[in-house]
């Protein structure tokens, strides 16, 4: 997500739906060569954590192992709460179920988000949304979504940038049209897609003409960005 502002060179905040903890994700950012601090880094598991905080919740977590420093310090005994984010390795039975009884019995179902699929090595997988839907059906609970394509994720992620920053002066640059693009249009923002990662043939239809941007490489995105080209 960048901000189009006066500036020579635009401050730029990080909002992506990885299972990596700020640390990892912003070494690894860092590492390809950006130039931004862990504060204007804002990502799906941070938006969680609040949430959790502000709530008093006890959440057994449904996350990646790399996504657990993100939440160091919170209490996860006797849950009354269930968190659920990308972690493939907790989507089997038994703690899909273990889930589905605290949730039955009354613990709060929080979505990191609901992406449905991603694409990781061998192609697109399930996200988290199945999942989290599966609980949602089989308990008639409905999921708090703390990230994308929630407005209040973007609200949340434009105000690391500043108390100041303009929504509707500001860009999501993602590969999912519903989740990235849509999300940011729907509360205000201009989004690019970028026909890489998740893309699948046909996914800017989903975009109205007159807000479709679309690009091949987030280079491209930020040239446009730059040149005052975006609808």
Do not use: W
Request: hydrophobic share 40%; with cysteine; net charge negative.
């Amino acid at each position: 997500m960048g901000n189009i502002g006066s500036e020579k060179s635009p401050k730029a905040v990080v909002a992506l739906n990885f299972q990596e903890s700020i640390n990892v994700l912003h070494s690894r950012v860092t590492g390809c060569g950006f130039r931004i601090s862990k504060d204007e880094i804002f990502t799906s598991l941070v938006a969680a954590r609040n949430f959790v905080e502000q709530r008093n919740l006890r959440p057994m977590l449904m996350l990646a192992k790399e996504a657990l420093e993100d939440f160091e310090g919170i209490t996860t005994s006797n849950p009354n709460a269930v968190v659920i984010g990308l972690a493939p390795s907790e989507f089997h039975f038994e703690k899909l179920n273990d889930a589905f009884k605290l949730v039955l019995n009354g613990a709060e179902l929080v979505a990191v988000h609901k992406g449905r699929y991603y694409k990781r090595g061998d192609g697109l997988a399930l996200g988290p949304g199945p999942f989290v839907a599966a609980i949602e059906y089989a308990t008639g609970a409905k999921a708090t979504v703390v990230g994308k394509p929630e407005s209040a994720f973007f609200h949340m992620g434009a105000s690391t940038l500043g108390k100041d920053i303009d929504l509707a002066n500001s860009v999501m640059i993602g590969d999912d049209a519903k989740d990235d693009v849509l999300g940011a249009i729907n509360c205000g923002m201009k989004g690019i897609l970028v026909r890489t990662g998740k893309y699948r043939k046909g996914d800017e239809l989903q975009i109205p003409q007159e807000r479709r941007n679309c690009v091949e490489s987030f280079a491209e995105a930020v040239d446009m960005i730059e040149s005052g080209e975006v609808l």
